[in-house]
């Protein structure tokens, strides 16, 4: 018995732009960033808080999660953050934007 992958009757090819959108068009760079950015940033916000630096920890994620925020939009930022380090969306975007806005 051969066993062979069909798609179904009504299933729909997307093109290139379509594909774009699913990612949010962001380029490969653009993503990297953001995920070298929480790791590095993580582990310093880890050794501040370690040594009892809470502003420090705060400060410093803060204002590495604003500038690419505010470059690529929160949501953006939040979707990358949530689906690469297997995070909740709502709650990350709810940090995003607190670090963002402050509120």
Do not use: C, H
């Amino acid at each position: 018995m051969e066993m062979a992958l069909e798609l179904p009757q009504n299933f729909v090819e997307l093109d290139q732009d379509e594909t774009m959108y699913l990612d949010g068009g962001m380029n490969a760079w653009q993503r990297a960033g953001i995920i070298a950015a929480v790791a590095v940033v993580g582990t310093a916000v880890a050794a501040a808080i370690t040594v009892g630096q809470f502003w420090l920890a705060g400060k410093l994620m803060g204002f590495t999660i604003k500038g690419f925020a505010n470059q690529l939009g929160s949501t953006k930022v939040a979707g990358v953050i949530a689906t690469n380090f297997g995070l909740s969306f709502a709650g990350t975007y709810r940090a995003v934007r607190f670090l963002v806005n402050g509120n």
